[in-house]
């Protein structure tokens, strides 16, 4: 069972390559990003919590996170894997989530990092935000806070897997293609 965490900062690519390698591998695709968006657009109570702090660039509380990370994973019997997308982004929630796979005699695989400079990042998103509708990817401010939480919050996760041996760096910089490719021969190499 592969359980790899798709890492980057906003912009590196994981949405976009997590739809090619799901399909590849048969694996199941969480993207907490993504699950707020739906709560959102659905105006559940979890959305109207997570938007306040999505609409700035913040992150969503670690317990509000963790709790609705795990009852994704829940409702899926028997998958071949996980691609975690957008989760874990705290040291709290990467030790949540050992946990919690622990619990199902499992632990996720490697952490695979798309490293793209910053300022590559800000130009993906610019552009994104052109049809994106991502409330998020429309103003520079709020991509700035977001690229700043990645810095401060986020990259010690990187660390977390780095002392279990679990961390895979991968250049991001380059077309869809040829990062897919990228991201294929660390996955087989994992298999
Ligand atoms: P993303 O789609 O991954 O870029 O996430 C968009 C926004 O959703 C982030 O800026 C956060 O506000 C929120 N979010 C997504 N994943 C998490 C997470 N693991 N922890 C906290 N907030 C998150």
Redesign the pocket.
């Known amino acids: 069972m592969i359980q790899l965490i798709l890492f980057g900062p ?1 912009g590196a690519g ?2 976009t390559q997590s739809t090619f390698l799901v399909e590849k591998y048969n694996l199941v695709h969480l ?4 699950i ?2 739906y709560n959102i657009k659905n105006e559940t109570p979890l959305g109207k919590l ?1 938007k306040t ?2 609409d ?7 317990d509000v ?1 963790i709790q609705m ?1 795990e009852s994704e994973v829940n409702k899926h019997q028997n998958p071949e894997g996980f691609i975690f ?6 040291a709290s ?1 990467a030790a949540a989530l050992d946990a919690f796979l622990a619990s199902k005699n499992s632990g996720i695989s490697a952490l695979v990092a798309l490293e793209v400079p910053e300022d590559e990042l800000k130009i993906r998103l610019a552009e994104r935000a052109k049809t994106s509708g ?1 409330a ?1 990817d429309a103003k520079p401010e709020v991509i700035q806070n ?1 690229i700043d ?1 990645y810095k401060n919050e986020t990259t010690p996760v990187m660390d977390h897997y780095k002392k279990q041996d679990k961390f895979i760096s991968v250049s991001g910089v380059g077309s869809i293609p040829e990062i897919t490719d990228r991201l294929t021969q660390v996955i087989d190499s994992l298999r």
């Open positions: 906003p994981k949405g993207s907490t990003g993504d707020f968006r997570a702090y999505m700035e660039g913040k992150l969503v509380p670690d996170t990370l997308d957008g989760f874990p982004r705290t929630q991502r998020d977001r939480v």
